[in-house]
């Protein structure tokens, strides 16, 4: 096989004008009303101390929770999290009381990653579950190895041994290789799957990790390129490697308009088509959109509200992602614990969104599309800035303008207190080191701009 593998493939939105009738338009329940057993609501067996639904790993038997517990947010002492106070260390008492409470209430999959947290996360989920019998959780992490200086074999292989070393164990319950279909250094999204896991040879090492019980289940997560996707789900019908699970962002938005909200993203709709059909179980990430979805305009809400009077936004977008059939965990990064207390009662047992509710959200989507906000998810790999720039913060500042109805005013008022005046958007200068980081693939310089003609405009009609 050459170093780049030529893809043939039919434009995905070529693809959607062909099915148009079956897709385009529907989302999870009404495709599962179409394809049948492919999309349906599946609820397990409940745990033993808790209502927490569950779902079984068809590979390995694994009673997995369907709240699984992402360690991407983790809290810092300073408060907040480590992508809002990056010089902050982890509160080491928070975390381990977060991970107490979600044991104790069903919660048994936990999702790390060496890059997590300005890389402690994987330290710290190390120190607050190892005070747990092993059998008690399961631990997910990846192979982060995103920097060209790192993708050497022997680089990538001491990333893997210093992930047991710090999550203090001899086994990884669920590897991935992390963010497959991204760019780095230059390097198109195919160049850089080759040069991470295929010309050194680490694929075929994890393989063999896997044999040696090192690994239980080897699978992937995805952004960006769909033909890097494509690629390795072919390669899982045509046995060269088996993917045990796919970890893909979902949720009521990326259903239909992940293309709209970023042209380089991929509709979740035909993710999950592709993994369901092979029966591959499915991990969520995103299911609140980096946390946009958790704030919504009152409109919205208000539609949400009629709909159930208790429900909040949070909840009904956990609820959406852990309908389908074949989901065996959907990933939320906590930092408080009313939050995890939330997601827990949401999901103890999941009640599975209903045809009326599904039509309602899609209808919400494509308002939530229509108010083009960043699609920034916080994920933090564009961080640090080289100017000192919170990228994650100004754009979630400037997302909470569209999303809460703030004055222009009141937006001023708060940017200039919240975010130093050094490290305003209008500070970039475009250097693009971030763009080569960002999952999403957001031209980061470009929505720079925006937030800060945004901000002057404003300035001007004072």
């Given at each position: 096989?050459?170093?780049?593998?030529?893809?043939?493939?039919?434009?995905?939105?070529?693809?959607f004008k062909?099915?148009?009738?079956?897709?385009?338009?529907?989302?999870?329940?009404?495709?599962?009303?179409?394809?049948?057993?492919?999309?349906?609501a599946?609820?397990?067996e409940e745990?033993?101390?808790?209502?927490?639904?569950?779902r079984v790993?068809?590979n390995?038997?694994?009673?997995?929770s369907?709240?699984?517990f992402?360690m991407?947010?983790?809290?810092v002492?300073?408060?907040?999290?480590?992508?809002?106070?990056p010089?902050?260390?982890?509160d080491?008492?928070?975390v381990?009381?977060?991970?107490?409470?979600?044991?104790?209430?069903?919660?048994?999959?936990f999702?790390?990653?060496?890059?997590y947290?300005?890389?402690?996360s994987?330290q710290?989920?190390?120190?607050?579950?190892?005070?747990?019998?092993?059998?008690?959780?399961?631990?997910?992490?990846?192979?982060?190895?995103?920097?060209?200086?790192?993708?050497s074999?022997?680089?990538?292989?001491?990333?893997?041994?210093?992930?047991?070393?710090?999550?203090?164990?001899?086994?990884?319950?669920y590897?991935?290789?992390?963010?497959?279909?991204?760019s780095?250094?230059?390097k198109?999204?195919?160049?850089t799957?080759?040069?991470?896991?295929?010309?050194?040879?680490?694929?075929?090492?994890?393989?063999?990790?896997?044999?040696?019980?090192r690994?239980?289940?080897?699978?992937?997560?995805?952004?960006?390129?769909?033909?890097?996707?494509?690629?390795?789900?072919?390669?899982?019908d045509?046995?060269?490697?088996?993917?045990d699970?796919?970890?893909?962002?979902?949720?009521?938005?990326?259903?239909?308009?992940a293309?709209?909200?970023?042209?380089?993203?991929?509709?979740?709709?035909?993710?999950?088509?592709?993994?369901?059909?092979?029966?591959?179980?499915?991990?969520?990430?995103?299911?609140?959109?980096?946390?946009?979805?958790?704030?919504?305009?009152?409109?919205?809400?208000?539609?949400?509200k009629?709909a159930?009077?208790?429900?909040?936004?949070?909840?009904?977008?956990?609820?959406?992602?852990?309908t389908?059939?074949?989901i065996?965990?959907?990933?939320?990064?906590?930092t408080?614990?009313?939050?995890?207390?939330?997601?827990?009662?949401?999901?103890?047992?999941l009640?599975?969104?209903?045809?009326?509710?599904d039509?309602?959200?899609?209808?919400?989507?494509?308002?939530?599309c229509?108010?083009?906000?960043?699609?920034?998810?916080?994920?933090?790999?564009?961080m640090p800035?080289?100017?000192?720039?919170?990228?994650?913060?100004?754009f979630?500042?400037?997302?909470?303008?569209?999303?809460?109805?703030v004055?222009?005013?009141?937006?001023?008022?708060?940017?200039?207190?919240k975010?130093?005046?050094?490290?305003?958007?209008?500070?970039?200068?475009?250097?693009?080191?971030c763009?080569?980081?960002?999952?999403?693939?957001?031209?980061?310089?470009?929505?720079m701009?925006?937030?800060?003609?945004?901000?002057?405009?404003?300035?001007?009609?004072l």
């Amino acid at each position: 096989m050459s170093h780049v593998e030529n893809e043939t493939i039919m434009d995905r939105r070529e693809f959607f004008k062909h099915t148009a009738a079956a897709v385009a338009g529907t989302s999870v329940l009404l495709t599962a009303c179409k394809k049948g057993s492919m999309h349906s609501a599946e609820q397990g067996e409940e745990g033993a101390d808790s209502n927490m639904t569950t779902r079984v790993n068809p590979n390995t038997g694994d009673v997995v929770s369907l709240l699984g517990f992402g360690m991407m947010r983790l809290p810092v002492v300073a408060g907040g999290t480590a992508r809002e106070n990056p010089d902050s260390q982890i509160d080491q008492e928070a975390v381990n009381a977060l991970v107490d409470y979600a044991l104790a209430h069903g919660v048994n999959y936990f999702d790390t990653s060496p890059v997590y947290c300005q890389s402690e996360s994987e330290q710290a989920t190390g120190i607050a579950l190892s005070r747990h019998p092993r059998k008690n959780y399961f631990i997910a992490t990846k192979l982060s190895n995103f920097s060209p200086d790192i993708w050497s074999r022997e680089e990538s292989i001491a990333m893997f041994e210093r992930s047991l070393d710090y999550l203090k164990t001899d086994y990884v319950d669920y590897l991935l290789l992390h963010s497959i279909g991204g760019s780095s250094a230059g390097k198109d999204a195919m160049q850089t799957f080759y040069g991470r896991y295929m010309d050194n040879g680490i694929l075929d090492w994890l393989v063999e990790q896997k044999a040696k019980g090192r690994i239980r289940n080897l699978g992937f997560s995805y952004h960006g390129d769909v033909r890097i996707f494509d690629m390795l789900l072919r390669w899982h019908d045509e046995g060269k490697y088996h993917w045990d699970f796919v970890q893909i962002e979902l949720n009521y938005v990326d259903w239909n308009y992940a293309d709209e909200i970023n042209p380089r993203n991929t509709d979740a709709s035909y993710l999950y088509a592709e993994i369901a059909k092979r029966g591959i179980p499915g991990v969520v990430m995103e299911p609140l959109l980096g946390g946009r979805l958790a704030k919504q305009p009152a409109p919205i809400v208000q539609e949400m509200k009629k709909a159930d009077i208790n429900a909040t936004p949070a909840s009904w977008a956990i609820r959406y992602a852990g309908t389908p059939k074949g989901i065996l965990s959907v990933l939320s990064g906590m930092t408080y614990m009313e939050h995890l207390k939330e997601n827990c009662i949401t999901c103890s047992p999941l009640r599975p969104i209903t045809q009326e509710e599904d039509a309602m959200l899609m209808r919400l989507a494509k308002e939530i599309c229509d108010l083009k906000a960043v699609p920034c998810t916080a994920c933090n790999y564009c961080m640090p800035c080289p100017y000192g720039l919170n990228i994650p913060v100004i754009f979630g500042y400037f997302n909470n303008c569209l999303t809460e109805n703030v004055s222009s005013r009141r937006w001023l008022v708060g940017y200039n207190r919240k975010i130093e005046r050094i490290r305003q958007a209008d500070h970039c200068i475009g250097c693009n080191h971030c763009i080569v980081h960002c999952p999403q693939n957001i031209d980061i310089p470009a929505e720079m701009q925006r937030v800060d003609r945004f901000a002057e405009q404003i300035k001007m009609s004072l």
